[in-house]
């Protein structure tokens, strides 16, 4: 609970005002969403009156740089007087497709690098030493790409877990598979 004082028929300039999310979770990125809860009211500062409503006119701007934020208004319960909003933010569509595509490159370089390492290692393609600093580009380019998501959280959201982890694993053991091969091979003339 906030508590801010007004003067009556005073404009009442731009404050900012913390909300609680209090539902949604950053473990969907880049699919989550957020939803918050805010109750106005005003009411006169004497103590006499502490249970008289005072009308009010509330603008909300709907902009929150990043997200895409949706502010209504809703019937409150009985208990409260005022004007109960819900908040719903979400991140815009342009991001969601970008870091989509991201995570989708991600995994195509997971795949590529244990195909590239299982057919050397099981001797279906030849051994091709040059393969191995590709490798190990792919081992600093996965985690650099997850760095290039707009607005991206802390590592550990279901994506990262799943995917990311996956194609770092997979980039790993393709390397190791092709150093492994290179050195068990005898050299052909």
Known sequence: MQRLTLRSGQRWESRHVSIDISRGSVWRFPFDRYVASLTISIYPASVQYEEKLRPFQLTIWEHLPAWELDASIIKPSDEVHG??????????????????????????????????GAMMFLG????????????????????GM????????PLGA????????AAELAAIASLALVIFTWATRRQEH
């Open 158 to 165: 279901a994506a990262d877990v799943i995917l990311l982890s």
């Open 83 to 116: 004007v109960a909003l819900i908040a719903r933010v979400r991140r815009p569509i342009p991001h969601v497709i970008f870091a989509t595509a991201l995570y989708a490159a991600t995994s195509v370089l997971g795949i590529t690098a244990i195909t590239i």
């Open 124 to 143: 279906s393609r030849k051994m091709d030493s040059t393969f191995a600093p590709v490798l190990a580009a792919m081992l600093f380019t996965i985690p």
């Open 146 to 153: 997850r760095s290039l998501m707009p607005g991206a959280p």
